[in-house]
């Protein structure tokens, strides 16, 4: 008998160290499956929707605990500074001479900055005519710089008309709906108005928008996508990264580029115009791998939306405050992470995953961290979507295949009626005196059909259970507490193998002994019982 279950046993044995992935060879167990220290981060919202999907997968997957809280790019910024976090994210880097006066940031110990997803500041907004909701509303730069500073105040007003030839515009006040809490959107949204229309918009940038007259104040990228998502805010605009009107199920204004044409945020999009970003590429300046923006405000490439531009992770370099060496190799593995498989997700999630030069630039800045357990990324394994193996580090697979934009969206007398963003899919009848025509009559000028973005109806624009809900004064009813819903696939990534088992190999093992003794100890009592019962 045991002859004949000992080749099922070895087969079983092998089996099992194969799943395991234990060879005879390979170092003992040396952690259990809490051998990842979980790393707590504050700041953005514009980037939390990816940033939520990621740390879903990684606790999934492998257990990696990333603990995050929006509470803005300013608090997160402070939080690094007073050591009471493991890593920040902001959009901007730390303001040592700030333009609005507030308080100099200077961070207390080493610090380094390491891009992780590129996405636009879209201008969501909330409007009817007649009863149906405006999916195809376009703004030029200064008719937008008008309406955030109190200059145009009714959607009816000659320059909006100007811009939407195949609308009836309404007489509807406008409320532009703005940032309450320092924000990196803020200080996106107002660096380029700045740059752009320094003749309307005159206080620099600054991560606290002042409130226009006309207007309301919210907290976070929730708050404001919030406020005017719901039934009274028809009439509401505000700016927030793409992403959230994508999930809210809304509409974005397509933005009049440099090339004359009215462009939505797609991936796509946003890839084409950050091919004339700038980088600080000094590795010895305390703001390596910031960006500098203007050559994208500029981008003459008629696919270009101007306000594109990328979310920092700022990770530290030295131990200090709460930070250990233990913490950081959970954040280079969840760094590594987020370069390559991560950003596969983030089309899908309305951002624009990062190009090849600034994942191997994020490599060298996962080296600094300490505790990282890298050797850098191999950028031939890496399976980020915008370069493939072979490929040159100016290259971008996203923006080498970006559609033209359609005709119909060339500034002049005719008007695109495809829906954008979260309304893809629905289309605005014609009603004023231009004609109209499709986005998609150029290969994918509606967000259905430019690089993924999801369409409405499905998963991933769908409001989902739990979102956040807001009355008539913007405050909080229910839902959106502790990131997003969004639905992306989870990719399996390779983590650093430092030897040490996880409860998937602690389980097997115990599975394998369970077996072995279920086949080998019955034979033995059994063979013992036999000899009792001749003895007597």
């Known amino acids: 008998m045991i002859r004949r279950i000992r080749p099922l046993l070895a087969a079983t044995v092998v089996a099992l160290l194969l799943a395991t992935g234990l060879t005879a060879t390979a170092p003992a167990p040396a952690q259990a499956a809490d051998g990842w220290a979980s790393i707590t981060g504050t700041g953005s919202t514009w980037s939390q929707n990816a940033l939520d999907q990621w740390r879903r997968n990684v606790d999934t997957n492998y257990g990696m605990k990333v603990n995050y809280t929006g509470v803005g790019s300013s608090a997160g910024r402070r939080d690094f500074i007073n050591g009471s976090v493991d890593f920040a994210i902001s959009e901007i880097p730390f303001q040592s001479r700030p333009e609005d006066g507030s308080q100099p940031e200077v961070p207390r110990s080493g610090y380094a900055y390491m891009p992780i997803v590129a996405g636009g500041t879209a201008f969501m907004y909330n409007l009817k005519i007649g009863g149906k909701r405006v999916t195809n509303l376009r703004l030029s730069g200064a008719v937008v710089t008008r309406i955030f500073t109190g200059g145009i105040t009714t959607w009816n007003d ?239 697979q996203l923006a080498v295949s970006a559609p033209q934009p359609a005709a119909c969206d060339k500034q002049g007398p005719d008007q695109c009626t495809s829906g954008t963003a979260g309304s893809a899919g629905t289309d605005t009848p014609v009603t004023g005196s231009g004609s109209g025509g499709s986005s998609a009559e150029a290969g994918g000028g509606a967000s259905g059909a430019s690089g993924g973005t999801a369409a409405a109806g499905d998963p991933a624009a769908a409001p989902a259970a739990g979102d956040a809900v807001y009355d008539a004064d913007g405050n909080l009813v229910s839902g959106g507490v502790g990131g997003t819903a969004a639905v992306a696939a989870s990719v399996p990534f390779t983590v650093a193998d430092d030897g040490s088992w996880k409860a998937p190999q602690y389980l097997m093992l115990a599975a394998g002994l369970l077996l072995l003794g279920a086949i080998l100890v019955p034979p033995l009592t059994s063979r013992r019982l036999r000899k009792g019962s001749t003895r007597s």
């Open 158 to 396: 000659p320059a909006i008309q100007a811009d939407n030839p195949g609308l009836a515009m309404p007489d509807r006040p406008i409320t532009p709906v703005v940032r309450s809490d320092g924000s990196g959107s803020s200080a996106q949204f107002t660096l380029w108005m700045s740059k752009q229309h320094g003749d309307i918009w005159t206080r620099g940038m600054t991560s606290q928008f002042p409130t226009p007259p006309n207007g309301k104040a919210q907290n976070g990228s929730l708050g404001v996508a919030g406020y005017v998502s719901q039934d009274y805010g028809e009439g509401a605009i505000t700016y927030v990264e793409y992403s959230y009107a994508v999930k809210s199920g809304f509409p974005v204004a397509k933005i009049l580029n440099s090339a004359g044409y009215y462009i939505e945020p797609t991936a796509p999009s946003v890839a084409v115009a950050l091919l004339r970003a700038q980088i600080n590429t000094d590795p010895n300046s305390p703001d390596y791998l910031t960006q500098i923006l203007d050559g994208v405000y500029n981008n003459a490439d008629p696919r270009t939306y101007p306000l594109s531009s990328y979310s920092y992770l700022i990770v530290p370099t030295q131990v200090a405050g709460i930070f250990t060496q233990d913490k950081g190799r959970t954040l280079g593995a969840f760094a590594e992470y987020v370069l390559c498989e991560g950003q596969q997700s983030a089309t899908v999630l309305g951002y624009s995953p990062l190009p090849m030069n600034l994942v191997l630039a994020g490599s060298d800045q996962i080296k600094r961290i300490p505790g990282a357990n890298t050797g850098g990324i191999d950028i031939n394994k890496c399976n980020n979507p915008t370069f493939k193996p072979g490929d040159s580090p100016s290259n971008n």
